[in-house]
């Protein structure tokens, strides 16, 4: 087994950006830059409002981060702020572009 604490308090940073790499090709295979960013920009304030008061009661505890902070949060955990809608958005238009055929942004209907 790999033991992924090998990389010690950059270990959630790291491998969100393995992860992150991941979804920026899936975004870019579907062209699907425009419906990421959009994602991404609509659910953030949710996503740091929730965060923030999870952190602030003690729900979670994130042992292997590299303790820097910005505006109340783990650096990392806007990372992941950002790499999960990307991901998701990444995924679901690289299987509409291959099921269907479709081509990222301008296949989704939206304008932009």
Known sequence: ??????????????????????????VRYAGAWRAAARTTLVL?????LWDWYTLQVGVFVIPLRTGVDLLGIPIEEHVF???????????????????????????????G
């Open 81 to 111: 702020m950002l790499l999960v809608p990307t991901m998701v958005v990444g995924t679901h238009e690289t299987l509409r572009k291959v099921l269907d055929g479709e081509e990222g942004d301008e296949g989704t209907g939206v304008e």
């Open 1 to 26: 087994m790999i033991d992924v604490t090998v990389f010690g308090s950059y270990t959630y940073l790291a491998t969100e950006l393995l992860w992150g790499v991941v979804a920026l090709a899936l």
């Open 44 to 48: 953030y304030p949710f996503a740091y």
